[in-house]
């Protein structure tokens, strides 16, 4: 099995944080998995989001704290406006060199003033965040990082607890063969991959790994896969100009039927709208 892998933010303008104000028409984005604290704030719109096997709605003001190695997907139909502030773990290690033990819970409908008071501080510091970056006057990088470092000592403070370290590590270790099935199904969606192909490639027979991937993913692997292909499809029809036919081909994907019945599950409309749409 190959080394694990994580994708990598790249520092920009001298900060070691990625800040991005997001104006989303309409997207679909499959499950991943990084190492690093993701933050997404909606301004105007909705998301929905799914986070380890959980659904969640967002609406205006609302925001979610994605943990590192987290498995999620979002899905934007209507569109939206939107704060991202995405955290590497590597960078907070030079602060915290223990910061990995800490999973954070933020329940943003929580009916507990206090925890509410705590919420709406997280809410001005996005906005603030933003507004520092966005403008960069004089000094912007001291700001940024002040915002950045007061939005971690309240998600450390109250909305953290420890994991136990053999957890850690098991979590690591899970990662780690989800990360090879992924990169091997993003290399190879395009071939007929069973489930004893992959079960093989794993060093796992064919029960267990059903099993295995539908716990940490929520899906089932054959789901998965046309969901990498129908992604790529989707790429394809807003920006070439091949048949719907031609790119559902090249991408494995035969079954007509059920790409239709997917494609217009995911993204609210038929192939052929979805190119209208982007022409």
């Known amino acids: 099995m190959e080394k694990y892998k994580h994708e990598f933010i790249k520092p920009i303008d001298g900060i070691d944080v990625f800040i991005k104000f ?82 954070f819970d933020v329940d943003i409908h929580s009916e507990n003033p206090r925890v509410q008071t705590k919420i709406t501080k997280m809410r001005e510091i996005m906005t603030d965040l933003l507004i520092a970056y966005e403008f960069q006057v004089e000094g912007y990088i001291f700001r940024c990082y002040s915002l950045i470092f007061e939005l971690i000592y309240i998600l450390v403070h109250s909305f953290s607890h420890e994991i136990k370290e053999i957890d850690r590590i098991k979590s690591i270790k899970t990662m780690e063969r989800m990360q090879y099935i992924m990169n091997f199904i993003k290399h190879h969606y395009m071939e007929d991959i069973s489930l004893d192909r992959i079960s093989n490639e794993i060093g796992l027979n064919s029960v267990y790994f059903s099993r295995f991937f539908k716990k940490h993913m929520g899906i089932t692997f054959l789901e998965y896969l046309n969901m990498v292909r129908l992604e790529n499809i989707h790429t394809d029809i807003i920006n070439t100009d091949l048949t719907i036919k031609e790119i559902q081909e090249k991408h494995g994907f035969y079954n007509y039927k059920l790409f239709m019945k997917m494609f217009k599950n995911t993204y609210g409309c038929t192939p052929k709208e979805a190119r209208k749409r982007n022409v």
């Open 22 to 103: 997001s104006i989303d028409t309409g997207s679909v984005i499959n499950k991943h998995f990084h190492d690093w604290i993701e933050i997404v704030y909606i301004i105007r719109g909705g998301l929905e989001f799914q986070c380890n096997n959980k659904t969640i709605h967002l609406e205006e003001t609302d925001f979610i704290v994605v943990n590192p190695m987290s498995i999620h997907s979002t899905r934007c139909i209507d569109g939206n406006t939107a704060i991202l502030l995405q955290i590497p773990i590597s960078f907070l290690q030079k602060f915290v060199p223990d910061i990995s033990k800490y999973h």
